[in-house]
């Protein structure tokens, strides 16, 4: 699948254009050229950096780009890897966890079943210069089980998460390959494995189906958690998981915040419960730091007061440095009541609306105080202590 200069030179000039009307007036004569302008518009921001350091990098179809890490996680999972070491991607796909652990790890085994993603990924490798990864088309569990070279220090697995009929699915055991079953193949194969898996999934669960899980993390941004990776330590006895270390990172634009917590910590973490009031500070936990399970230990942390046991939001008189969240200046706490909701509009006609354990969806409480989007104000429908539900309006 290697492609000549004609074929770039193309997809270089036609990289601005509209994919629709490339598929119409070319599709019959440069598909694969369409494809490369399409997976670059629809994922440059993703991979920029994988796009600036390889401009060809050859995407073998719009699925492997969707379905593909994007720079910044992969670039966390390299530090994951041990320095020097020999490692295999049972599921390497597009390439971008392979690239970048490729410059902390000495050998890289890339295995991939899908035959146009392997020899993409051979060319993209060969392309980036890059010359400790080997790559190899066939099923992770053949390879695995015909492997008769040194115990591999580190193998990295992300599951496909689509069951044969297209839909999704979340629990290791459904997904393809599955990882559980796959345990004592590794174990004998591997020192440790690093396992990718649905941000969906209970960290208990993980750890309950990952007996010789040593730590966790939970990956994500400012809006969202994007994925929950595990480490499965061979070497290490099966302990007692209310020890396990869970991180909650949250890559943004500008910096990486990290939140390490334990079940045991959470456990017994005391959280004092209050109302806020105009003038106090709102602090809203990153999502990573929410799938950590962290909802009483934040609060302690970080001296934090909680509006109720099941709504996870904060407030306190300022500022707390190093919070792994967002602070907002509270500007008003209101009722939900029926004449607070007639006047919210003309006060506030534009405004950011979101909702914590509040009994309707944040696209409900829109239309009832008939905002719209954008503005410099959020307001957070909250339950309270009391089981009182409240509009607190944030600059």
Not at 161 to 179: H, K, S, T
Not at 246 to 258: F, L, M, N, P, S
Request: aromatic share 6%; glycine share 8%.
């Amino acid at each position: 699948m290697n492609m000549d200069n004609e074929f770039w030179k193309w997809v270089d000039e036609h990289g601005s254009d509209d994919p629709k009307k490339l598929w119409l007036k070319y599709g019959k004569t440069h598909e694969r050229q369409i494809v490369q302008v399409e997976c670059r518009q629809r994922f440059g921001k993703k991979l920029a950096a994988t796009l600036s350091r390889v401009p060809h990098w050859l995407f073998a179809s719009k699925l492997a780009g969707e379905q593909s890490t994007s720079d910044r996680l992969a670039a966390f999972h390299a530090r994951l890897v041990p320095e020097s070491c020999r490692m295999a991607d049972l599921t390497a796909g597009l390439g971008i966890d392979v690239l970048h652990c490729s410059a902390v790890a000495e050998d890289v085994t890339a295995v991939e079943i899908d035959p146009a993603k392997a020899e993409a990924l051979r060319a993209n490798m060969d392309e980036a210069g890059v010359g400790n990864v080997r790559v190899v088309c066939t099923d992770c569990r053949e390879w695995l089980e015909a492997y008769d070279g040194p115990r591999l220090d580190m193998v990295f697995i992300d599951p496909a998460r689509r069951a044969g009929d297209g839909g999704r699915v979340f629990a290791l055991a459904d997904c393809e390959p599955d990882v559980t079953a796959l345990l004592p193949l590794l174990r004998s194969k591997a020192h440790c494995v690093l396992v990718k898996m649905s941000p969906m999934l209970d960290i208990a669960s993980v750890m309950a189906a990952l007996p010789q899980c040593v730590h966790v993390w939970a990956l994500g941004t400012p809006t969202e958690c994007k994925e929950l990776v595990a480490l499965v330590d061979f070497e290490h006895g099966d302990t007692g998981h209310d020890d396990v270390a869970t991180d909650a990172v949250t890559i943004g634009a500008d910096a990486t915040h990290e939140f390490r917590c334990t079940r045991s910590e959470e456990m017994t973490a005391d959280a004092v419960y209050g109302r806020p009031r105009a003038g106090d500070w709102l602090c809203e936990p990153y999502p990573a730091v929410m799938k950590s399970g962290a909802v009483r230990l934040v609060a302690e942390r970080f001296g934090l007061q909680k509006l109720a046991a099941n709504t996870h939001a904060y407030f306190a008189p300022e500022r707390r440095a190093g919070f792994p969240g967002e602070q907002r200046r509270i500007v008003a706490v209101l009722p939900y009541a029926s004449k607070v909701l007639k006047r919210f509009k003309r006060e506030y006609p534009r405004c950011e609306v979101a909702v914590r354990n509040f009994g309707i969806s944040a696209e409900a409480l829109r239309a009832k105080l008939g905002v719209a989007d954008g503005g410099g104000v959020r307001v957070l429908g909250v339950t309270d202590i009391g089981n009182e539900r409240l509009l607190v309006v944030c600059e």
